[in-house]
């Protein structure tokens, strides 16, 4: 069991749906996660609650920095009894969260003080069950890098409506820090997969029980740096991590998928993929025109993965750490 400690501040009723901020914290910044906290006092909307999970029991989290920064809404403050990582920090606040909508929160970015406001405006429509927006990447020291996050990502592709699981599946476009969800969809999204990070496995579910809407306007400022827990082909180095974190990993996640999606809508792209990565194995272990030809067959799910591969085995290695290199500064 976790030691919970809760401080209740002044609290402004309204009437409007509760919003619970979630922030997981792991040995913060202290300047980036005050800066953080007073965009998040600073909110214009405001029936919210802030519950914050320290996942680093060696290490906690100064409590001054709620008392201090946090004075307009309640926060609860979780000391984990051992770090277990973000998915798991995010699940156990989902599971308390008091709110109707959950927001979740980074500890070292910045949002835009009517961020919440406008996301909540888009819940009108009541087949929408998570809105997203862009965000606007920011650097150590708080410099704009660029204005939204398809300059530094360029295979995010932002959409909105209705079916959108199967794009979800393959190329995640809902960034934790920039989406709000309903209460019943994030907790029906529990357990959380662990093949995935929290954000594109609560968007899968929310697309196959409703509608997604994106805000083409940048609500968050986002840091980047060297800690950052996501990337560009993050832990692939040569062509035995790209083995491991692009084939093998990948074929764990969709075997996962399989026994946790039984959707008619996503079915049959879970099962291509399946046959789709498991070529993708054998021709990496023994090339092949059979396999080959499988991977064109599905060409489709990952273009720039198939024409790597395609040649993989035939590469030096040194040609492969290039190619690498290029592909996390967004060239390829």
């Given amino acids: 069991m976790e030691n919970i400690r809760i401080i209740m501040t002044r609290c402004i009723e309204v009437d409007k749906p509760l919003v619970s901020i979630l922030l997981a914290v792991y040995k913060p910044n202290a300047k980036w996660l005050i800066k953080q906290l007073i965009s998040l006092n600073e909110q214009t909307y405001k029936n919210i609650e802030l519950l914050v999970y320290d996942d680093c029991p060696e290490v906690p989290v100064n409590e001054e920095y709620f008392k201090k920064y946090i004075t307009k809404f309640r926060y609860t403050l979780i000391r984990g009894e051992k770090n277990q990582g973000s998915n798991r920090a995010f699940e156990e606040l989902t599971k308390i969260a008091n709110g109707d909508f959950l927001s979740y929160c980074d500890q070292d970015d910045i949002w835009e003080v009517n961020k919440i406001a406008i996301m909540m405006g888009k819940f009108i429509d009541e087949d929408v069950t998570l809105v997203c927006s862009d965000l606007l990447i920011i650097d150590e ?6 204005d939204s ?25 809902v960034t934790g820090c920039a989406m709000i969800v309903s209460k019943d969809i994030a907790r029906k999204a529990i357990p959380f997969e662990k093949t995935l990070i929290h954000d594109q496995w609560i968007a899968i579910i929310a697309a196959l029980n409703g509608k997604i809407e994106f805000i083409n306007k940048p609500l968050v400022r986002y840091r980047q740096h060297s800690y950052n827990q996501t990337g560009i082909l993050k832990d692939v180095f040569d062509k035995k991590t790209y083995y491991i974190k692009r084939i093998e990993d990948f074929i764990c996640r969709y075997k996962s998928l399989e026994e946790r999606l039984s959707h008619d809508d996503i079915k049959e792209q879970i099962d291509d993929c399946l046959m789709w990565l498991n070529a993708r194995k054998k021709y990496f272990l023994k090339p092949n025109i059979k396999d080959l030809k499988i991977m064109i067959q599905y060409r489709s799910f990952h273009k720039v993965s198939i024409l790597i591969e395609s ?17 996390k500064k967004g060239i390829l």
Avoid: Q, W
């Fill in 149 to 173: 996050i398809t300059e530094v990502k360029k295979r995010i592709v932002y959409k909105s409506g209705d079916n959108l699981a199967k794009e979800l599946l393959m190329t995640n476009f």
């Fill in 141 to 146: 020291s708080d410099k704009r890098i660029a």
């Fill in 311 to 327: 040649i993989l085995p035939f590469i030096p290695e040194s040609t492969f750490k290039f190619i690498i290199r290029l592909a």
